[in-house]
């Protein structure tokens, strides 16, 4: 009796954190019709509003990845002066909020910034333009794959590692034949992850963005533009199609996995 209480408590607390907002995100959505949710969504701006944050995703992702791998393997496989200071710097991202990297990366690169005369100079603009949205991005997502892939090394231990190196592996073909195979599905856990952040990052882009209609004006950004303005339907319709693309990485990662372990 007391487990079905307990599971009872737990479907009732999804349903009230989760499942009942997001009920509610599609009935506002399509309160008013199919007509004012299409044409809002199907506005030259807001299909800007996508690309852009697609492409910075398709930028954020992949490096995030790469960093993530390679900063786990430095923590668990390598002794380093510094270590613990690295494994805590990584999770610096999950301790500030967005809107004080915004700040941060301003301070950096605006025109009285440290770097901000320097790539004025050269006539590359970093605030108010794609890479400073780009970077914003990259920092707030950093930490999921490295924070997949760590506990998982260390589960694994090193002795499939030792013994391909002494049947005479290389250093790059352990990685590739032996240590990637192994922390796959952590390296995928942490990609969804990095999507679903990217997708959905607001704060320090919100900052560093200028916020320019149809030029650095995100999804997320388009969401409060449209919301300011009463057009409940195109912020809500929006808030769907992030939701819709995070969840089909979900059940495509899903539904591949059974594939690949048969």
Same mark, same amino acid.
């Given at each position: 009796?007391?487990?079905?209480?307990?599971?009872?408590?737990?479907?009732?607390?999804? @349903?009230?954190?989760?499942?009942?907002?997001?009920?509610?995100?599609?009935?506002?959505?399509?309160?008013?019709?199919?007509?004012?949710?299409?044409?809002?969504? #199907?506005?030259?701006? #807001?299909?800007?509003?996508?690309?852009?944050?697609?492409?910075?995703?398709?930028?954020?992702?992949?490096?995030?990845?790469?960093?993530?791998?390679?900063?786990?393997?430095?923590?668990?496989?390598?002794?380093?002066?510094?270590?613990?200071?690295?494994?805590?710097?990584?999770?610096?991202?999950?301790?500030?909020?967005?809107?004080?990297?915004?700040?941060?990366?301003?301070?950096?690169?605006?025109?009285?910034?440290?770097?901000?005369?320097?790539?004025?100079?050269?006539?590359?603009?970093?605030?108010?333009?794609?890479?400073?949205? @780009?970077?914003?991005? @990259?920092?707030?997502?950093?930490?999921?794959?490295?924070?997949?892939?760590?506990?998982?090394?260390?589960?694994?231990?090193?002795?499939?590692?030792?013994?391909?190196?002494?049947?005479?592996?290389?250093?790059?073909? #352990?990685?590739?034949?032996?240590?990637?195979?192994?922390?796959?599905?952590?390296?995928?856990?942490?990609?969804?992850? #990095?999507?679903?952040?990217?997708?959905?990052?607001?704060?320090?882009? %919100?900052?560093?963005?200028?916020?320019?209609?149809?030029?650095?004006?995100? %999804?997320?950004?388009?969401?409060?533009?449209?919301?300011?303005?009463?057009?409940?339907?195109?912020?809500?319709?929006? %808030?769907?199609?992030?939701?819709?693309?995070?969840?089909?990485?979900?059940?495509?990662?899903?539904?591949?996995?059974?594939?690949?372990?048969?």
């Amino acid at each position: 009796m007391r487990r079905y209480g307990l599971r009872g408590v737990a479907v009732l607390y999804l @349903v009230a954190v989760l499942l009942g907002p997001l009920a509610m995100v599609f009935y506002r959505a399509f309160e008013r019709g199919l007509h004012p949710l299409w044409a809002s969504l #199907t506005d030259p701006n #807001t299909i800007h509003a996508f690309k852009l944050t697609l492409e910075i995703t398709a930028i954020a992702v992949p490096v995030n990845t790469v960093f993530g791998v390679v900063c786990a393997l430095a923590i668990v496989r390598h002794r380093f002066p510094g270590a613990g200071i690295v494994n805590a710097i990584v999770d610096l991202p999950l301790a500030l909020s967005p809107v004080v990297v915004g700040l941060m990366l301003f301070l950096l690169y605006g025109r009285s910034g440290w770097f901000g005369a320097l790539f004025q100079d050269h006539g590359i603009q970093i605030l108010f333009a794609t890479p400073s949205m @780009v970077i914003a991005t @990259v920092f707030v997502s950093l930490p999921f794959v490295a924070r997949e892939v760590v506990p998982t090394l260390r589960e694994l231990g090193d002795e499939q590692e030792q013994a391909a190196h002494t049947l005479g592996a290389s250093a790059w073909q #352990t990685f590739w034949r032996v240590t990637l195979p192994s922390v796959r599905w952590a390296v995928v856990y942490g990609v969804v992850l #990095t999507t679903a952040r990217c997708l959905g990052e607001y704060g320090a882009v %919100a900052v560093v963005s200028g916020r320019v209609e149809g030029k650095t004006e995100t %999804a997320t950004l388009r969401v409060q533009d449209y919301y300011e303005n009463f057009n409940q339907a195109g912020a809500y319709g929006i %808030a769907i199609v992030l939701a819709a693309i995070s969840v089909i990485v979900l059940l495509a990662m899903t539904l591949l996995r059974p594939v690949e372990s048969r």
